[in-house]
Protein backbone atom coordinates (compact mmCIF):
# COMPACT_ATOMS: atom_id res chain seq x y z
CA UNK A 1 0.00 0.00 0.00
CA UNK A 2 1.12 3.52 -0.94
CA UNK A 3 2.00 6.06 1.82
CA UNK A 4 -0.45 8.41 0.33
CA UNK A 5 -3.10 5.32 0.71
CA UNK A 6 -2.42 4.57 4.54
CA UNK A 7 -3.24 8.54 4.99
CA UNK A 8 -6.27 8.71 3.19
CA UNK A 9 -7.61 5.32 5.12
CA UNK A 10 -6.37 6.86 8.63
CA UNK A 11 -8.37 10.24 7.14
CA UNK A 12 -11.53 8.13 6.80
CA UNK A 13 -10.74 6.89 10.34
CA UNK A 14 -10.82 9.74 12.23
CA UNK A 15 -13.91 11.34 10.09
CA UNK A 16 -16.13 7.86 11.04
CA UNK A 17 -14.96 8.52 14.42
CA UNK A 18 -15.82 12.10 14.78
CA UNK A 19 -18.82 11.25 12.57
CA UNK A 20 -20.17 8.61 14.97
CA UNK A 21 -19.74 10.91 17.98
CA UNK A 22 -21.48 13.76 16.46
CA UNK A 23 -24.02 11.53 15.63
CA UNK A 24 -24.74 10.59 19.45
CA UNK A 25 -25.97 14.19 20.25
CA UNK A 26 -29.28 15.82 18.73
CA UNK A 27 -27.39 19.11 18.03
CA UNK A 28 -24.41 17.50 16.11
CA UNK A 29 -26.22 14.71 14.54
CA UNK A 30 -26.45 15.66 10.76
CA UNK A 31 -23.44 17.43 10.70
CA UNK A 32 -21.76 14.16 11.63
CA UNK A 33 -24.04 12.00 9.59
CA UNK A 34 -22.26 13.96 6.22
CA UNK A 35 -18.68 14.15 7.74
CA UNK A 36 -19.25 10.53 7.71
CA UNK A 37 -20.28 10.19 4.64
CA UNK A 38 -17.02 12.37 3.66
CA UNK A 39 -15.02 9.55 5.31
CA UNK A 40 -16.52 6.79 3.38
CA UNK A 41 -16.23 9.43 -0.35
CA UNK A 42 -12.22 9.31 0.81
CA UNK A 43 -12.22 5.55 1.67
CA UNK A 44 -13.25 4.47 -1.44
CA UNK A 45 -11.67 7.35 -3.76
CA UNK A 46 -8.43 6.56 -2.51
CA UNK A 47 -9.40 2.48 -3.34
CA UNK A 48 -10.32 3.25 -7.02
CA UNK A 49 -6.80 4.85 -7.14
CA UNK A 50 -4.68 2.68 -5.95
CA UNK A 51 -4.03 1.00 -9.60
CA UNK A 52 -3.55 -1.77 -11.24
CA UNK A 53 -8.38 -1.99 -11.01
CA UNK A 54 -10.48 -2.97 -14.35
CA UNK A 55 -13.16 -0.70 -13.41
CA UNK A 56 -15.51 -2.03 -15.83
CA UNK A 57 -17.16 -3.97 -12.99
CA UNK A 58 -16.68 -1.88 -10.08
CA UNK A 59 -18.55 0.55 -12.71
CA UNK A 60 -21.52 -1.33 -12.93
CA UNK A 61 -21.67 -2.33 -9.13
CA UNK A 62 -21.73 1.05 -7.95
CA UNK A 63 -23.95 2.79 -10.43
CA UNK A 64 -26.82 -0.58 -10.10
CA UNK A 65 -26.12 -0.31 -6.20
CA UNK A 66 -25.64 3.81 -6.15
CA UNK A 67 -29.17 3.80 -8.31
CA UNK A 68 -31.38 1.48 -5.79
CA UNK A 69 -30.02 2.49 -2.19
CA UNK A 70 -30.89 6.23 -3.81
CA UNK A 71 -34.27 5.03 -4.75
CA UNK A 72 -35.10 2.80 -1.69
CA UNK A 73 -33.68 6.09 0.41
CA UNK A 74 -36.18 8.41 -0.66
CA UNK A 75 -39.14 5.97 -1.35
CA UNK A 76 -39.29 4.66 2.00
CA UNK A 77 -42.16 5.77 4.33
CA UNK A 78 -41.02 6.56 7.89
CA UNK A 79 -43.59 4.03 9.06
CA UNK A 80 -41.39 1.01 6.45
CA UNK A 81 -38.15 2.00 8.35
CA UNK A 82 -37.38 -0.70 10.55
CA UNK A 83 -37.54 -2.79 7.28
CA UNK A 84 -35.40 -0.49 5.32
CA UNK A 85 -32.85 -0.53 7.98
CA UNK A 86 -33.17 -4.80 8.49
CA UNK A 87 -32.51 -4.77 4.37
CA UNK A 88 -29.16 -2.12 4.67
CA UNK A 89 -27.84 -4.42 7.64
CA UNK A 90 -28.54 -7.54 5.30
CA UNK A 91 -27.09 -5.64 2.13
CA UNK A 92 -23.70 -4.85 4.37
CA UNK A 93 -23.39 -8.46 5.78
CA UNK A 94 -23.72 -9.96 2.58
CA UNK A 95 -21.00 -8.11 0.89
CA UNK A 96 -18.54 -8.69 3.23
CA UNK A 97 -19.09 -12.23 3.29
CA UNK A 98 -18.66 -12.13 -0.32
CA UNK A 99 -15.53 -10.21 0.28
CA UNK A 100 -14.71 -13.16 1.94
CA UNK A 101 -15.77 -15.19 -0.21
CA UNK A 102 -13.84 -13.76 -2.82
CA UNK A 103 -10.16 -13.82 -1.21
CA UNK A 104 -10.82 -17.27 -0.75
CA UNK A 105 -11.40 -18.19 -4.21
CA UNK A 106 -8.34 -15.85 -5.60
CA UNK A 107 -5.64 -16.76 -2.56
CA UNK A 108 -3.47 -19.73 -3.41
CA UNK A 109 -2.06 -20.55 -0.29
CA UNK A 110 -3.55 -18.90 2.54
CA UNK A 111 -1.89 -18.16 5.85
CA UNK A 112 -3.77 -19.77 9.05
CA UNK A 113 -4.63 -16.14 10.48
CA UNK A 114 -5.75 -15.18 6.79
CA UNK A 115 -8.05 -18.58 6.57
CA UNK A 116 -9.64 -18.07 10.58
CA UNK A 117 -10.37 -14.17 9.37
CA UNK A 118 -12.00 -15.64 5.93
CA UNK A 119 -14.40 -18.20 7.92
CA UNK A 120 -15.15 -15.63 10.57
CA UNK A 121 -16.05 -13.27 7.79
CA UNK A 122 -18.29 -15.79 6.46
CA UNK A 123 -19.68 -16.56 9.02
CA UNK A 124 -20.62 -13.59 10.73
CA UNK A 125 -21.72 -11.85 7.38
CA UNK A 126 -23.74 -14.65 6.43
CA UNK A 127 -25.54 -14.71 9.56
CA UNK A 128 -26.03 -11.10 9.24
CA UNK A 129 -27.28 -11.37 5.98
CA UNK A 130 -29.71 -14.31 6.01
CA UNK A 131 -30.51 -12.47 9.74
CA UNK A 132 -31.41 -9.47 8.43
CA UNK A 133 -33.78 -10.71 5.38
CA UNK A 134 -35.78 -12.90 8.23
CA UNK A 135 -35.74 -9.90 10.07
CA UNK A 136 -37.21 -7.93 6.93
CA UNK A 137 -39.86 -10.49 6.11
CA UNK A 138 -41.34 -10.58 9.70
CA UNK A 139 -41.18 -6.81 10.06
CA UNK A 140 -43.06 -6.25 6.68
CA UNK A 141 -45.69 -8.64 7.09
CA UNK A 142 -44.46 -11.24 4.58
CA UNK A 143 -43.48 -13.27 7.37
CA UNK A 144 -45.95 -13.77 10.70
CA UNK A 145 -44.29 -12.08 13.05
CA UNK A 146 -45.05 -14.47 15.57
CA UNK A 147 -42.01 -16.66 17.19
CA UNK A 148 -41.39 -19.70 15.21
CA UNK A 149 -40.84 -22.62 17.74
CA UNK A 150 -40.35 -26.11 17.18
CA UNK A 151 -39.07 -29.04 19.01
CA UNK A 152 -35.47 -29.72 18.84
CA UNK A 153 -34.98 -26.18 17.65
CA UNK A 154 -31.74 -25.48 20.20
CA UNK A 155 -30.85 -29.02 19.44
CA UNK A 156 -30.35 -28.43 15.96
CA UNK A 157 -29.00 -25.04 16.29
CA UNK A 158 -25.89 -25.80 18.60
CA UNK A 159 -25.34 -28.79 16.09
CA UNK A 160 -25.15 -26.31 13.00
CA UNK A 161 -22.67 -24.51 15.17
CA UNK A 162 -20.58 -27.38 15.65
CA UNK A 163 -20.87 -28.44 12.17
CA UNK A 164 -19.58 -24.98 11.46
CA UNK A 165 -17.27 -25.03 13.41
CA UNK A 166 -15.47 -28.60 12.49
CA UNK A 167 -15.70 -27.28 8.76
CA UNK A 168 -14.12 -23.89 9.94
CA UNK A 169 -11.32 -26.05 11.36
CA UNK A 170 -11.30 -28.21 7.87
CA UNK A 171 -10.74 -25.16 5.81
CA UNK A 172 -8.12 -23.71 7.60
CA UNK A 173 -6.41 -27.03 8.18
CA UNK A 174 -6.57 -27.41 3.98
CA UNK A 175 -5.64 -23.45 3.56
CA UNK A 176 -2.07 -24.55 5.51
CA UNK A 177 -1.37 -27.46 3.77
CA UNK A 178 -2.65 -30.10 6.82
CA UNK A 179 -5.11 -32.06 4.65
CA UNK A 180 -4.51 -32.54 0.88
CA UNK A 181 -8.01 -31.95 -0.60
CA UNK A 182 -11.35 -30.80 0.78
CA UNK A 183 -11.01 -27.29 1.71
CA UNK A 184 -13.85 -26.46 -1.13
CA UNK A 185 -16.19 -28.45 0.21
CA UNK A 186 -15.16 -27.56 3.70
CA UNK A 187 -15.62 -23.55 2.75
CA UNK A 188 -19.25 -24.65 0.83
CA UNK A 189 -20.36 -26.31 4.14
CA UNK A 190 -19.54 -23.00 6.38
CA UNK A 191 -21.12 -20.97 3.77
CA UNK A 192 -24.54 -22.68 4.25
CA UNK A 193 -24.82 -23.29 7.83
CA UNK A 194 -23.69 -19.51 8.17
CA UNK A 195 -27.13 -18.62 6.43
CA UNK A 196 -28.90 -21.43 7.53
CA UNK A 197 -27.33 -19.85 10.87
CA UNK A 198 -29.01 -16.95 10.52
CA UNK A 199 -32.74 -17.62 9.22
CA UNK A 200 -32.72 -20.18 12.15
CA UNK A 201 -31.75 -17.42 14.84
CA UNK A 202 -34.10 -15.07 13.61
CA UNK A 203 -37.25 -17.03 13.10
CA UNK A 204 -37.77 -17.78 16.77
CA UNK A 205 -38.29 -14.06 17.56
CA UNK A 206 -41.03 -12.55 18.28
CA UNK A 207 -42.47 -8.70 16.90
CA UNK A 208 -42.00 -6.58 19.87
CA UNK A 209 -38.31 -8.09 20.57
CA UNK A 210 -37.42 -6.90 16.95
CA UNK A 211 -35.92 -4.00 18.41
CA UNK A 212 -33.34 -6.23 19.53
CA UNK A 213 -32.60 -8.07 16.53
CA UNK A 214 -32.46 -4.96 14.56
CA UNK A 215 -29.66 -3.55 16.56
CA UNK A 216 -27.61 -6.63 17.49
CA UNK A 217 -28.04 -7.16 13.65
CA UNK A 218 -26.44 -4.03 13.01
CA UNK A 219 -23.94 -4.49 15.48
CA UNK A 220 -22.83 -8.04 12.95
CA UNK A 221 -23.04 -6.62 10.25
CA UNK A 222 -20.62 -4.18 11.85
CA UNK A 223 -18.30 -7.07 13.28
CA UNK A 224 -18.11 -8.84 9.80
CA UNK A 225 -16.73 -5.79 8.04
CA UNK A 226 -14.05 -5.41 10.71
CA UNK A 227 -13.54 -9.26 9.93
CA UNK A 228 -13.47 -8.70 6.53
CA UNK A 229 -10.70 -5.69 7.18
CA UNK A 230 -8.03 -8.85 8.66
CA UNK A 231 -9.02 -10.89 5.51
CA UNK A 232 -7.45 -7.82 2.95
CA UNK A 233 -4.99 -6.88 5.99
CA UNK A 234 -6.96 -3.15 5.82
CA UNK A 235 -6.73 -0.90 8.96
CA UNK A 236 -9.81 0.92 8.30
CA UNK A 237 -12.11 -1.51 7.88
CA UNK A 238 -11.40 -2.83 10.79
CA UNK A 239 -11.59 0.42 12.45
CA UNK A 240 -14.93 1.31 10.93
CA UNK A 241 -16.15 -2.37 11.43
CA UNK A 242 -15.21 -2.40 15.08
CA UNK A 243 -17.11 1.31 15.57
CA UNK A 244 -20.47 0.04 14.02
CA UNK A 245 -20.09 -3.54 15.95
CA UNK A 246 -19.71 -1.59 19.38
CA UNK A 247 -22.41 1.18 18.86
CA UNK A 248 -24.48 -1.74 17.72
CA UNK A 249 -23.73 -3.52 21.05
CA UNK A 250 -24.77 -0.40 22.96
CA UNK A 251 -28.12 -0.12 21.23
CA UNK A 252 -28.63 -3.45 22.07
CA UNK A 253 -27.95 -3.39 25.57
CA UNK A 254 -30.24 -0.48 25.57
CA UNK A 255 -33.15 -1.96 24.02
CA UNK A 256 -31.99 -5.35 26.79
CA UNK A 257 -32.58 -2.97 29.58
CA UNK A 258 -35.79 -1.16 28.54
CA UNK A 259 -37.11 -4.95 28.72
CA UNK A 260 -35.62 -6.09 31.72
CA UNK A 261 -34.49 -9.13 30.03
CA UNK A 262 -30.99 -10.37 29.24
CA UNK A 263 -29.87 -10.86 26.12
CA UNK A 264 -29.71 -14.56 25.70
CA UNK A 265 -33.50 -14.48 27.38
CA UNK A 266 -34.35 -12.32 24.18
CA UNK A 267 -32.10 -14.72 21.17
CA UNK A 268 -33.40 -18.32 22.76
CA UNK A 269 -36.53 -17.61 25.17
CA UNK A 270 -39.47 -17.21 22.27
CA UNK A 271 -40.96 -15.14 24.29
CA UNK A 272 -44.82 -14.78 24.28
CA UNK A 273 -44.88 -18.10 22.57
CA UNK A 274 -44.71 -20.10 25.83
CA UNK A 275 -46.42 -17.55 27.77
CA UNK A 276 -49.48 -19.38 30.20
CA UNK A 277 -52.42 -17.39 31.49
CA UNK A 278 -51.08 -14.57 34.01
CA UNK A 279 -50.99 -15.42 37.52
CA UNK A 280 -52.92 -12.23 38.79
CA UNK A 281 -56.78 -12.62 38.39
CA UNK A 282 -58.15 -9.64 36.54
CA UNK A 283 -60.83 -7.56 38.60
CA UNK A 284 -62.80 -5.11 37.63
CA UNK A 285 -64.43 -3.59 34.41
CA UNK A 286 -63.97 -2.13 30.55
CA UNK A 287 -65.41 1.43 30.66
CA UNK A 288 -65.79 2.41 27.38
CA UNK A 289 -66.03 5.73 25.82
CA UNK A 290 -67.24 7.36 22.48
CA UNK A 291 -64.52 9.73 21.25
CA UNK A 292 -67.49 12.58 21.83
CA UNK A 293 -67.43 11.86 25.34
CA UNK A 294 -63.26 11.82 25.40
CA UNK A 295 -63.42 15.52 23.68
CA UNK A 296 -65.24 17.09 27.57
CA UNK A 297 -62.93 15.67 29.33
CA UNK A 298 -59.67 16.48 27.03
CA UNK A 299 -61.48 19.88 26.55
CA UNK A 300 -60.93 20.63 30.29
CA UNK A 301 -57.17 18.86 30.96
CA UNK A 302 -54.45 21.24 31.45
CA UNK A 303 -51.73 18.72 30.73
CA UNK A 304 -52.09 15.97 28.21
CA UNK A 305 -49.18 12.63 27.65
CA UNK A 306 -49.74 10.46 24.49
CA UNK A 307 -48.05 6.97 24.66
CA UNK A 308 -47.49 5.67 21.51
CA UNK A 309 -46.98 2.49 20.68
CA UNK A 310 -46.83 -0.15 17.52
CA UNK A 311 -50.23 0.18 16.80
CA UNK A 312 -50.03 4.13 16.17
CA UNK A 313 -47.36 2.64 12.91
CA UNK A 314 -49.75 0.07 11.51
CA UNK A 315 -52.85 2.76 11.88
CA UNK A 316 -50.13 5.85 10.34
CA UNK A 317 -52.06 7.80 13.43
CA UNK A 318 -49.02 9.70 13.91
CA UNK A 319 -49.96 12.91 11.76
CA UNK A 320 -53.29 13.06 13.14
CA UNK A 321 -51.87 12.32 16.93
CA UNK A 322 -49.94 15.87 15.94
CA UNK A 323 -53.24 17.83 14.67
CA UNK A 324 -54.87 16.68 18.54
CA UNK A 325 -51.90 17.69 20.03
CA UNK A 326 -51.89 21.17 18.47
CA UNK A 327 -55.76 21.52 19.03
CA UNK A 328 -54.84 20.77 22.83
CA UNK A 329 -51.87 22.96 22.75
CA UNK A 330 -54.14 26.07 21.41
CA UNK A 331 -56.43 25.06 24.37
CA UNK A 332 -53.65 25.80 26.92
CA UNK A 333 -52.69 22.39 27.90
CA UNK A 334 -49.23 21.33 28.13
CA UNK A 335 -48.29 18.59 25.70
CA UNK A 336 -46.13 15.92 26.01
CA UNK A 337 -45.06 12.27 24.12
CA UNK A 338 -43.84 9.87 26.02
CA UNK A 339 -41.86 7.34 24.24
CA UNK A 340 -41.11 3.84 25.70
CA UNK A 341 -37.81 2.65 24.26
CA UNK A 342 -38.68 -0.36 23.23
CA UNK A 343 -42.20 0.98 21.55
CA UNK A 344 -42.49 -0.69 17.97
CA UNK A 345 -40.25 -2.49 16.28
CA UNK A 346 -36.80 -0.90 16.15
CA UNK A 347 -35.16 1.66 18.07
CA UNK A 348 -36.50 4.78 18.24
CA UNK A 349 -39.33 4.08 15.71
CA UNK A 350 -42.06 6.51 17.27
CA UNK A 351 -39.76 9.04 17.30
CA UNK A 352 -39.11 8.56 13.73
CA UNK A 353 -42.93 8.04 13.57
CA UNK A 354 -43.41 11.79 14.95
CA UNK A 355 -40.80 13.94 13.85
CA UNK A 356 -42.15 12.71 10.48
CA UNK A 357 -45.55 14.05 11.93
CA UNK A 358 -43.45 17.43 12.95
CA UNK A 359 -44.17 17.11 16.35
CA UNK A 360 -40.77 19.37 17.79
CA UNK A 361 -38.53 17.42 19.82
CA UNK A 362 -39.26 18.99 23.18
CA UNK A 363 -42.40 17.41 23.18
CA UNK A 364 -40.38 13.37 23.69
CA UNK A 365 -39.89 13.15 26.52
CA UNK A 366 -38.79 9.43 28.37
CA UNK A 367 -40.43 7.28 30.63
CA UNK A 368 -37.98 8.11 33.74
CA UNK A 369 -38.78 12.11 32.95
CA UNK A 370 -42.67 11.80 32.69
CA UNK A 371 -43.36 8.87 35.27
CA UNK A 372 -42.65 10.77 38.67
CA UNK A 373 -44.95 13.87 37.28
CA UNK A 374 -47.39 11.54 36.50
CA UNK A 375 -49.84 12.45 39.08
CA UNK A 376 -50.36 15.78 37.65
CA UNK A 377 -51.14 14.79 34.02
CA UNK A 378 -55.20 14.98 33.37
CA UNK A 379 -55.11 12.53 30.64
CA UNK A 380 -53.12 10.09 29.46
CA UNK A 381 -53.62 9.17 26.19
CA UNK A 382 -52.40 5.27 24.90
CA UNK A 383 -52.05 4.68 21.13
CA UNK A 384 -51.71 0.99 20.17
CA UNK A 385 -49.61 0.76 23.26
CA UNK A 386 -49.81 -2.27 25.49
CA UNK A 387 -47.35 -4.29 27.08
CA UNK A 388 -45.01 -0.90 28.21
CA UNK A 389 -47.77 0.78 30.18
CA UNK A 390 -48.54 -2.78 31.57
CA UNK A 391 -49.17 -2.49 35.59
CA UNK A 392 -48.37 -5.73 36.25
CA UNK A 393 -44.25 -4.85 35.24
CA UNK A 394 -44.53 -2.86 38.65
CA UNK A 395 -47.54 -5.23 40.76
CA UNK A 396 -47.35 -8.68 39.78
CA UNK A 397 -44.42 -10.56 40.88
CA UNK A 398 -45.69 -13.20 39.27
CA UNK A 399 -46.17 -11.65 35.41
CA UNK A 400 -43.81 -12.53 32.65
CA UNK A 401 -43.24 -8.54 32.22
CA UNK A 402 -42.55 -8.02 36.23
CA UNK A 403 -39.50 -5.84 36.34
CA UNK A 404 -39.51 -3.95 33.16
CA UNK A 405 -40.39 -0.31 33.43
CA UNK A 406 -42.91 1.00 32.58
CA UNK A 407 -44.69 4.19 31.28
CA UNK A 408 -46.83 4.78 34.35
CA UNK A 409 -50.32 5.72 32.59
CA UNK A 410 -52.06 4.21 35.71
CA UNK A 411 -51.19 6.63 38.13
CA UNK A 412 -53.15 9.50 35.50
CA UNK A 413 -55.66 11.63 36.62
CA UNK A 414 -57.49 9.72 33.29
CA UNK A 415 -56.24 7.75 30.91
CA UNK A 416 -57.48 6.60 27.85
CA UNK A 417 -56.75 3.66 25.91
CA UNK A 418 -57.32 3.57 22.54
CA UNK A 419 -57.17 -0.06 21.36
CA UNK A 420 -59.36 -1.83 18.24
CA UNK A 421 -60.24 -5.04 20.80
CA UNK A 422 -59.40 -6.48 24.22
CA UNK A 423 -57.08 -8.67 22.73
CA UNK A 424 -54.00 -8.98 25.00
CA UNK A 425 -50.88 -7.30 23.54
CA UNK A 426 -47.82 -9.33 21.71
CA UNK A 427 -46.83 -10.59 24.99
CA UNK A 428 -50.07 -12.55 25.22
CA UNK A 429 -49.99 -10.97 28.87
CA UNK A 430 -53.44 -9.42 29.90
CA UNK A 431 -53.49 -5.56 30.81
CA UNK A 432 -55.25 -4.72 33.97
CA UNK A 433 -54.89 -1.40 32.92
CA UNK A 434 -57.74 -1.61 31.20
CA UNK A 435 -60.05 -2.48 33.92
CA UNK A 436 -58.90 0.12 36.50
CA UNK A 437 -60.85 2.72 37.82
CA UNK A 438 -59.23 5.48 36.11
CA UNK A 439 -59.10 3.75 32.90
CA UNK A 440 -61.60 4.51 29.48
CA UNK A 441 -61.36 2.38 26.32
CA UNK A 442 -61.96 3.93 23.65
CA UNK A 443 -62.77 1.17 20.51
CA UNK A 444 -62.11 1.40 17.25
CA UNK A 445 -59.33 2.59 14.65
CA UNK A 446 -56.98 5.04 16.45
CA UNK A 447 -57.01 7.20 13.31
CA UNK A 448 -60.42 7.06 12.95
CA UNK A 449 -60.69 7.80 17.07
CA UNK A 450 -58.56 10.91 17.15
CA UNK A 451 -59.44 12.50 13.86
CA UNK A 452 -63.25 12.73 15.55
CA UNK A 453 -61.11 14.21 18.79
CA UNK A 454 -59.68 16.92 16.48
CA UNK A 455 -63.07 17.47 14.59
CA UNK A 456 -64.67 17.51 18.46
CA UNK A 457 -62.28 20.70 19.07
CA UNK A 458 -62.92 22.63 15.82
CA UNK A 459 -66.58 22.46 16.53
CA UNK A 460 -66.33 23.29 19.99
CA UNK B 1 -1.43 -11.06 7.38
CA UNK B 2 -0.81 -8.73 10.25
CA UNK B 3 -1.79 -9.65 13.31
CA UNK B 4 -0.82 -6.01 14.56
CA UNK B 5 -5.00 -5.85 13.07
CA UNK B 6 -5.94 -7.48 15.93
CA UNK B 7 -4.56 -4.75 18.30
CA UNK B 8 -6.35 -2.23 16.03
CA UNK B 9 -9.51 -3.85 16.33
CA UNK B 10 -9.72 -4.42 20.11
CA UNK B 11 -9.05 -0.56 20.58
CA UNK B 12 -11.32 0.62 17.79
CA UNK B 13 -13.99 -1.39 19.87
CA UNK B 14 -12.72 0.15 23.41
CA UNK B 15 -12.96 3.63 21.53
CA UNK B 16 -16.37 2.58 19.81
CA UNK B 17 -18.20 1.92 23.39
CA UNK B 18 -16.68 4.66 25.09
CA UNK B 19 -17.47 7.11 22.18
CA UNK B 20 -21.57 5.98 21.98
CA UNK B 21 -22.83 6.51 25.65
CA UNK B 22 -25.92 7.64 26.34
CA UNK B 23 -27.80 8.33 23.24
CA UNK B 24 -31.23 10.08 23.49
CA UNK B 25 -33.66 7.48 22.54
CA UNK B 26 -34.49 10.10 19.00
CA UNK B 27 -31.59 9.49 17.98
CA UNK B 28 -31.59 5.41 18.40
CA UNK B 29 -32.78 4.83 14.41
CA UNK B 30 -30.64 7.99 12.86
CA UNK B 31 -27.56 6.07 14.83
CA UNK B 32 -28.61 2.95 13.45
CA UNK B 33 -29.33 3.60 10.04
CA UNK B 34 -25.89 6.29 9.83
CA UNK B 35 -23.28 3.81 11.96
CA UNK B 36 -25.10 1.01 9.46
CA UNK B 37 -23.72 3.00 6.34
CA UNK B 38 -20.16 3.22 8.16
CA UNK B 39 -19.97 -0.48 8.10
CA UNK B 40 -20.47 -0.72 4.36
CA UNK B 41 -16.96 0.10 4.04
CA UNK B 42 -16.71 -3.42 3.15
CA UNK B 43 -16.81 -1.71 -0.17
CA UNK B 44 -13.23 -1.07 -0.21
CA UNK B 45 -12.76 -5.03 -0.27
CA UNK B 46 -15.21 -5.54 -2.96
CA UNK B 47 -13.92 -2.86 -4.94
CA UNK B 48 -10.30 -4.88 -4.92
CA UNK B 49 -12.21 -7.99 -5.67
CA UNK B 50 -14.17 -7.11 -8.76
CA UNK B 51 -10.91 -4.91 -10.11
CA UNK B 52 -8.44 -7.52 -9.97
CA UNK B 53 -9.36 -11.06 -9.60
CA UNK B 54 -10.36 -13.65 -11.50
CA UNK B 55 -13.59 -14.94 -13.24
CA UNK B 56 -15.22 -15.97 -10.26
CA UNK B 57 -13.55 -13.65 -7.47
CA UNK B 58 -14.61 -10.72 -10.48
CA UNK B 59 -18.27 -11.76 -10.13
CA UNK B 60 -18.54 -12.20 -6.49
CA UNK B 61 -16.75 -8.97 -6.16
CA UNK B 62 -19.45 -7.24 -8.43
CA UNK B 63 -22.23 -8.09 -6.44
CA UNK B 64 -20.77 -7.30 -3.65
CA UNK B 65 -19.86 -3.96 -4.67
CA UNK B 66 -23.31 -3.57 -5.59
CA UNK B 67 -24.57 -4.54 -1.83
CA UNK B 68 -22.38 -2.74 -0.22
CA UNK B 69 -22.86 0.27 -2.41
CA UNK B 70 -26.58 -0.03 -1.29
CA UNK B 71 -25.29 -0.06 2.48
CA UNK B 72 -23.41 3.52 1.93
CA UNK B 73 -25.62 5.15 -0.43
CA UNK B 74 -29.12 3.87 0.98
CA UNK B 75 -27.93 4.10 4.75
CA UNK B 76 -26.27 7.82 4.41
CA UNK B 77 -29.16 9.19 2.20
CA UNK B 78 -31.96 7.97 4.67
CA UNK B 79 -30.19 9.11 7.67
CA UNK B 80 -29.85 12.42 5.85
CA UNK B 81 -33.89 12.09 5.41
CA UNK B 82 -34.90 11.04 8.79
CA UNK B 83 -32.38 14.16 11.16
CA UNK B 84 -33.74 16.39 8.43
CA UNK B 85 -37.45 15.90 9.71
CA UNK B 86 -36.08 16.39 13.43
CA UNK B 87 -37.01 19.81 14.36
CA UNK B 88 -37.09 21.96 17.52
CA UNK B 89 -40.58 23.82 18.13
CA UNK B 90 -39.16 27.37 16.90
CA UNK B 91 -38.39 26.19 13.05
CA UNK B 92 -41.44 23.37 13.22
Known amino acids: MEAWQTFAYIAASILFITGLKMLGRAETAKRGNRISAVGMLIAVVATLLAGGLDYTWIVLGLVIGGAVGAVAARRVQMTGMPEMVALLNGSGGLASMLVGWAEYVRSDDLLAFSAVAIVLTILIGGLAASGSVIAFGKLSGRLDGKPLLFSGQKVINAALLAVAVLAAALVVAHATGAIASGGALAFAVVLLVALALGVLAVLPIGGADMPIVVSLLNSYSGVAAAAAGFVIDNNVLVVAGSLVGASGLILTTIMCKAMNRSLANVLFGGFGATISAGSAQMEGEVKPLSPEDAYFILEAADSVVFVPGYGMAVAQAQHVVHELALQLTKNGAEVRHAIHPVAGRMPGHMNVLLAEANVPYEQLVEPDDVNPTMETVDVAIVIGANDVVNPAAKEDPGSPLFGMPIIEVDRARTCFVLKRSMNPGFSGVDNALFLKDNTRMIFGDAKATITAMVAAFKEG | ?92
Do not use: C
Not at chain 2, 16 to 37: D, F
Not at chain 2, 56 to 71: D, E, K, M, Q
Open chain 2, 1 to 92: MNPLLLFVFVLAIFLGLELITKVPSQLHTPLMSGSNAISGITIVGAIVAAGEGGVLATVLGTIAVTAATINVIGGYLVTERMLGMFKRGKDA
